[in-house]
């Protein structure tokens, strides 16, 4: 009977879309996930701005800032709608930055690590698979790689020193699958 049995679809599972709906619902993530990403620095330095790893927070953020550019014109070439609850990354995304802040630089850094994981895994699944136009893939690399940088600035940054480290990055990894799978579909 285990042999007859199909592994259930879930919403946002790119790889159960045909070809056209998994790369707009990839596209769709990739553009919030990347405002989400500003907005979080943005937070970030709403609390942390004085700090001496300002510096370092500014620049990941300007390179978010360029992502969302480039997704900003990628979602109308490809035909895309952006997700319709922005306004809502908008907000979580901002507290998310400001409340890690807020617990000290080892949490915002934290906050880093655990986002740029999530991430990094989503880029690459666009990588691997046959999800998204072949002329993308060196777009969503060279982002993949700078994402990548970021999670190794915030482990340079102590990240796991952060006060309740394996709960708070568990916490904050779910919740961005958890936006990712809404993205997808919203």
């Known amino acids: 009977m285990s ?10 599972d790119f790889e159960a879309l045909p070809s056209a709906r998994a790369q707009a619902a990839a596209l769709r993530v990739d553009h919030a996930g990347e405002y989400g990403a500003q907005r979080i620095y943005a937070g970030q330095l709403a609390v942390l701005k004085h700090d001496p790893c300002a510096p370092e927070i500014r620049h990941m953020a300007a390179q978010e800032e360029a992502h969302l550019a480039a997704f900003n014109q990628l979602l109308p070439r490809y035909g895309v709608r952006p997700s319709v609850l922005m306004p809502l990354w908008h907000v979580a995304g901002w507290a998310l930055g400001a409340g890690t802040a807020a617990l000290g630089v080892k949490a915002a850094m934290a ?16 990588l691997e698979g046959d999800i998204v136009d072949p002329a993308l893939h060196p777009t969503i690399r060279q982002f993949r790689d700078e994402e990548m940088e970021h999670h ?9 020193q952060a006060p309740f480290y394996t709960g708070l990055s568990a916490l904050i990894r779910a919740g961005c699958r958890a936006a990712i799978r809404i993205s997808s579909r919203l």
């Open 111 to 126: 906050c880093t690590v655990a986002v740029e994981s999530v991430i990094t895994e989503h880029y690459n699944q666009q």
């Open 152 to 160: 190794a600035t915030g482990l340079a940054h102590d990240a796991e």
């Open 3 to 12: 042999a007859n049995l199909v592994r259930r679809r879930l919403p946002g």
